[in-house]
């Protein structure tokens, strides 16, 4: 199984960008899908979006389509989110998340979660 670290999270104006990273442990991680939840304070959590193995399908919230970019690079066994245009909505603690499968993701019981990295956006 693997283990996930998230790092990037930090106070960014509205209207900014932040490149979210979750490096993960072990050599199996090309053999999941990986993805991202957020939770602000507050509220439950929110699925953000979510990339298959091979990297080649990707799937986004509602809310965040357009604005962020999900990636991966197998090599260097790291997950990526790339959040532009941010809002004060987005302020939350962000998860990377790990699952075998990538169909349903977002409804699944998902087997590997990081410890989160707060984003924080002023208005």
């Known amino acids: 199984q693997v283990q996930l670290v998230e790092s990037g999270g930090g106070l960014v104006q509205a209207g900014g960008s932040l490149r979210l990273s979750c490096t993960a442990s072990g050599r199996t991680f090309s053999t999941y899908a990986m993805g991202w939840f957020r939770q602000a304070p507050g509220k439950e959590r929110e699925f953000v979006a979510v990339?298959?193995?091979?990297?080649?399908?990707?799937y986004y919230a509602d809310s965040v389509k357009g604005r962020f970019t999900i990636s991966r690079d197998n090599v260097k066994n790291t997950l990526y989110l790339q959040m532009n245009s941010l809002k004060p909505e987005d302020t939350a603690v962000y998860y990377c998340n790990a699952d075998p499968y990538y169909t349903d993701y977002y409804k699944r019981d998902l087997e590997v979660w990081g410890q989160g990295t707060l984003v924080t956006v002023s208005s």
């Open positions: 990339i298959s193995r091979s990297g080649l399908m990707t």
